[in-house]
Every structure is written in structure tokens, then in C-alpha cells.
């Protein structure tokens, strides 16, 4: 189909239960995120997703750079073709761009997840150079030529332009999470690429956050640990809203459950 005049890769359920948009990251496609969370979410509920622009299996416009606004626009509209509020679930750069859509149209969606997200280009650890004669590239430029929109010039642009991308985006605020209206679970691996200190300062920032954060675990958490990760945002997603602890502080002034005699 086409989003916004460009002809992009899609996957639309056909069922009418609730839905699950899974945006992937950065020089990644829909079919890693379709392939970790098909079997552990399609009980519940019917995913959807979609390749971004010069990715997977959709085809870049060469010549025109990387931006998130731009990759929160396709995926508004994707959401508006789907026709029914979506949760959604971004990994990495799907991340940034699922905080986009909830700043810039709420309406199209209900809850959040976040996975290795970061809101600011600054929060990110440094990391060695990912050069276009090293193993990464080589991988990924194999995949791409595979899912036949590209060559391997194709792909190097591709690997240039979003490695500009990430050194001068995202570039969000506290002040701008703060106006996020929907739930968002925060998730990250202990050793992630964004900061644990960013990673909180995100959490802390969000009006309905929550935050988990992954032992023994990196950028590749879903990977690391498929079971766990997935428990941890199907009960997000199936949750009732707002959570209520034992003892709030953060939450105060959500209700508030009766202590059990005898909890220390």
C-alpha cells in the first residue's frame, strides 16, 4: 500500500480484537518484531505493522535524509488506515517514534511501550563507530539487498543517513514528555545504549510511566530475553489502569490497595 504517496510493506490484521502496531528500529524491519512477538501477543491481540522508509522491505527516496518527524508522520498514517485506536510497541527507533505519534496525535492510540529509547540524541552511551567496511554493515547490507527494494549502493546510503540521524536527533525535552497523555512502559536492558540515568530521567518525565528495567541485559533484550520481555508488556497492555500499590508514593494519588496483615 501506500503511505503518504510512497509505496511501503505492510502487515494489517483482519480480526476486530485490539490492536498492537509494532514499530521496528533503525536499520532493522517488521519482521524481527513480527517474529519475537507473534507467538507471545497474538492471543491477545491482533499486531500490526509496517517497514519504514528505506527499510525491510520498503523502499528509501534517496537523497532525502532521515528524520523522526517525518517517520511519525508514515506511521500516523498507518494508524489512520488501521481505523481503530493501536497500542504501540517500538523497539530502539521505533521508540522515538512512537513518542512522537503520542505527542502529535494521542487519539490514535491507547497505551505505549518503549524499549531501549531514548528522547534525546545526548542520552545515548559512547559507541564505537559503525563503519561501512565493518561486519555490521556487511549484514545488514545482505538483508537489504535480499528483500529486493535495493542494491547495495541503496544500502549504504541507508546506513549514512541513519547514522546522521542518530547523532543529531532525537532531541525532545522533559517539558515535551511531560504533555504525553497516554500510558507508557519504559523498558531497557541494564546495559542498554541509552544512559540508565537518561532511561529514568525519561520514566520520571511521563505522567503515566512505568519502568522496567532487565537484569544481565543490552540494546538486544528481546533477543536476551524473548519470555520475560514479552510478560512484562503483555501485562502492561492487559493491566488495569491506573496501577494500584500497596504503598504509592510516586502514584499517591492513585487509589490505593489494603495492605495485607503481615507485609513487611
Known amino acids: 500500500m501506500k503511505l503518504n504517496g510512497h509505496p511501503t510493506w505492510v502487515h494489517v490484521p483482519r480480526a476486530r480484537r485490539e490492536v498492537v502496531t509494532l514499530l521496528h528500529g533503525g536499520l532493522s524491519s517488521s519482521a524481527s518484531m513480527l517474529r519475537r512477538f507473534r507467538g507471545r501477543l497474538s492471543k491477545d491481540f491482533d499486531l500490526a505493522a509496517f517497514d519504514r522508509r528505506g527499510h525491510g522491505r520498503t523502499a528509501d527516496r534517496p537523497g532525502e535524509a532521515f528524520h523522526y518527524a517525518d517517520m511519525a508522520k508514515e506511521t500516523i498514517a498507518f494508524l489512520e488506515y488501521l481505523g481503530r485506536p493501536s497500542h504501540l510497541v517500538g523497539h530502539s527507533d521505533g521508540g522515538v517514534v512512537a513518542l512522537h505519534v503520542a505527542l502529535d496525535r494521542p487519539d490514535l492510540i491507547d497505551r505505549v511501550v518503549l524499549i531501549g529509547t531514548n528522547f534525546h540524541h545526548r542520552g545515548l552511551v559512547a559507541m564505537p563507530e559503525l563503519a561501512l567496511d565493518g561486519p555490521e554493515f556487511e549484514e545488514f547490507a545482505a538483508g537489504y539487498v535480499a528483500g529486493g527494494v535495493g542494491d547495495r549502493a541503496a544500502a549504504s546510503e541507508i546506513w549514512r543517513k541513519s547514522l546522521e540521524l542518530t547523532a543529531r536527533e532525537p532531541t525532545l525535552k522533559e517539558r515535551d514528555l511531560a504533555r ?85
Open 180 to 264: 504525553i497523555t497516554r500510558p507508557v512502559l519504559v523498558v531497557s536492558g541494564d546495559d542498554d545504549v541509552a544512559r540508565l540515568e537518561h532511561t529514568v530521567a525519561l520514566y520520571r518525565a511521563l505522567a503515566q510511566g512505568q519502568l522496567a528495567v532487565l537484569p544481565a541485559s543490552s540494546h538486544a533484550l528481546l533477543k536476551e530475553h524473548p519470555g520475560l520481555s514479552t510478560r512484562i508488556i503483555r501485562h502492561f497492555l492487559l493491566e488495569e489502569l491506573p496501577p494500584r500499590t500497596l504503598y504509592p508514593i510516586r502514584r499517591a494519588g492513585a487509589s490505593r490497595r489494603s495492605p495485607e496483615v503481615g507485609t513487611g
